[in-house]
């Protein structure tokens, strides 16, 4: 069924050398009792899964064995949604605390030319008051392991993850050299035996299911009665489903199992699927492209690069024995992205710096089990192109059990009761005009709120040669 081209295997060499800057020692720290007094902290970050893609949430063709057994023995909170339906923004919400679009970060990274078409800065920025830098003052040891995509390797002078406040990192979409995207998992494993002693976090930050797909043999043939498409994508699941897997079995083995809060979510919903074409379908790399990006979003309206459901309400599993309650599904506390800093810090015992004005909130409670009511809206905006269906909302609010989406450009607003209505399937617009009316004024207020130019200091000197 699949064309076993050469660039397969040269795409998994294509990651070359692996690389780790500021590695540290295997911790011999300050032992058991401070490793008690704070939790170990791992955020798994997946890369375009649909929804729809994990066993427990429905999938009609793939396998999560780990994640749905990390489902049962923690909560699944089913509505919770990233900032922003692509890479880097919904990943500078994470590391901040605030709305990507307070830092001018509105699509992924990529080169100097895209980035002033789309009025970002070439990387983010490392002064902020960033998640890893405060928790590397609240006493931990940080690690970052795969995916980086907080600016990207076309920019060789933009900062590395050292400078964000991690101890050790083994990257892709970094400057400089690329791991292996196979290496994520195993390195961070390989820290977690190193700094078992200590208070560690760590961004495990997986590569599946974004383009180029790379599925392996074994996966291959577990899926062989499957169509080609969906072959591929499942074999692609089934190995980012196998890492879970490893980092979980490691803590029990080692026993930090009870003293550990692991997380699992992914960035966007969906890639929407290519065609097959005659250039390596599609793919961002050596490797099979969009073709087989069959994911899904049960029954969520839209996908990658749309605000609506499909793109930006995904998997969220939190798992944490003896603390998060077992086998849980939480559909009503409504969490976003930029609520992880403040939850991370609250649950360390780490202090917010004096003057920053986060745009999340803790939910260190809903993890624990206990009722979370929202108690600030929640903000998007999208600087994409109008394109497909489900690409034309430009800003989006949540506030309560409404959820608004404008276009000014196109005279557009569409209205949801989340609700009654989680697809978002019924827009209630005409109906509610109260509603609209006070939520277009809010998330326009909003709007006007954001800077308009990016922060100069952090453009590469690339720029100049432009």
């Not at 339906?85 to 990507?100: I, K, L, W």
């Not at 990192?169 to 002693?197: L, M, S, W």
């Not at 200590?198 to 590569?207: D, M």
């Not at 409504?334 to 920053?356: C, H, K, N, S, Y």
Request: aromatic share 10%; glycine share 10%.
């Amino acid at each position: 069924m699949i064309d076993r081209r050469d660039f397969l295997r040269a795409g998994l060499a294509a990651g070359a050398a692996s690389v780790v800057s500021g590695r540290l020692p295997a911790a011999r720290g300050p032992g058991n009792a401070m490793r008690k007094s704070k939790p170990n902290i791992i955020f798994i970050f997946a890369d375009d899964w649909g929804y729809g893609d994990l066993g427990i949430h429905g999938s009609t063709f793939c396998k999560t064995p780990n994640l749905d057994r990390m489902a049962k023995e923690g909560i699944d909170f089913q509505q919770f949604t990233v900032n922003n339906p692509v890479c880097s923004p919904s990943r500078t919400a994470v590391m901040t605390g605030q709305f990507p679009a307070r830092h001018c970060i509105h699509q992924h990274f990529a080169s100097v030319e895209h980035h002033m078409k789309a009025g970002m800065p070439d990387w983010l920025d490392p002064k902020l008051p960033l998640l890893s830098r405060l928790l590397k003052k609240a006493g931990y040891v940080t690690g970052h392991f795969g995916k980086w995509h907080l600016t990207n390797r076309h920019i060789p002078d933009a900062p590395l993850p050292t400078e964000y406040g991690y101890d050790e990192y083994g990257a892709f979409n970094v400057p400089g050299v690329q791991i292996k995207t196979a290496e994520t998992c195993p390195r961070t494993v390989d820290f977690i035996h190193r700094h078992k002693n200590q208070p560690f976090f760590i961004n495990v930050w997986l590569h599946e299911t974004h383009t180029p797909h790379y599925p392996l043999e074994k996966y291959l043939k577990q899926f062989q009665h499957l169509d080609e498409q969906k072959q591929v994508y499942a074999a692609v699941v089934a190995e980012g489903d196998a890492g879970v897997g490893s980092i979980l079995s490691t803590l029990k083995k080692l026993g930090l199992d009870e003293n550990t809060l692991v997380i699992f979510s992914t960035d966007n919903g969906p890639e929407w699927t290519g065609k097959r074409t005659t250039q390596d379908d599609n793919s961002t790399g050596p490797g099979l492209g969009t073709y087989y990006s069959v994911g899904q979003t049960a029954g969520l309206k839209g996908q990658k690069r749309s605000l609506f459901a499909g793109g930006v309400r995904v998997p969220f599993i939190a798992r944490w024995p003896g603390v998060i309650p077992e086998g849980r599904v939480d559909r009503t506390s409504v969490l976003t992205a930029v609520d992880i800093l403040p939850t991370f810090l609250e649950l360390a015992r780490q202090p917010l710096p004096d003057g920053l004005k986060l745009d999340g909130e803790s939910i260190a409670g809903a993890l624990k089990g206990q009722p979370f009511k929202r108690t600030r809206p929640i903000y998007w905006e999208w600087r994409g192109g109008h394109g497909p269906p489900y690409l034309w909302p430009h800003l989006g609010i949540r506030s309560g059990k409404w959820r608004l989406m404008v276009n000014q450009e196109l005279k557009r607003t569409e209205l949801y009761d989340i609700e009654t209505d989680w697809a978002e399937t019924n827009n209630v617009a005409e109906v509610n005009p109260d509603v609209v009316k006070n939520l277009t004024k809010k998330v326009l207020t909003w709007k006007m709120s954001l800077p308009t130019e990016p922060a100069s200091d952090c453009f590469s000197k690339l720029r100049k040669k432009g």
